[in-house]
């Protein structure tokens, strides 16, 4: 098996720190839904509190790890544009070194680029934004989002927001690079 520098960056954003966001996104949701005095003991909702502070921070991390990476790093590669003398009109083997030139070259693969990675490199800042109020919401209440409901719903709904922005990134790029993969 070989993966080329492009290839392993890329998974590297999506595989790695993308995934491992989703992943404990779940984790983060139960916790942060759990954390009510009804479900939980004093000495629980303390230790499940300080999990949540230190998960939340983590999955802020690679949240922001994954948008740093994908604009930075892949991005850059993906947006490169093909040298004179390549018809950028027509979808060929010499284009598709040029992945956005090489979907917009095509009226079927056009919209991967027009909405697919507009989404994703502009909206998808939005999620490590949400995550960081997360957790700073989570730092700040603290023990009080077990005693204050309110607190706690806005705090989910922030948290879902990021992941559901995140989800469609996600998404998008799997398709994006299923369609004209960084090589």
Known sequence: MNITDRELWTLIHGMGFGALFLLAFAGGLAGLYSLRPQL???????????????????????????????????????????PEGIDRAVQSEELSQYPRYWLLAGEETAQYHEFGMEWKEHVAWISPLLVTVVAYGIFKYGKELAAKPRARNIIIALFLLSFAVAGIAGALGALITKASPLT
Do not use: D, F, N
Not at 59 to 80: D, H
């Open 40 to 82: 939980v003991t004093a000495e629980g909702i303390t230790e499940r509190v300080s999990r949540l502070r230190w998960g939340t921070v983590i999955m802020a991390v690679c949240v922001w790890l994954t948008v740093i990476v994908g604009t930075y790093v892949v991005y850059p590669w993906y947006r490169a544009a093909p």
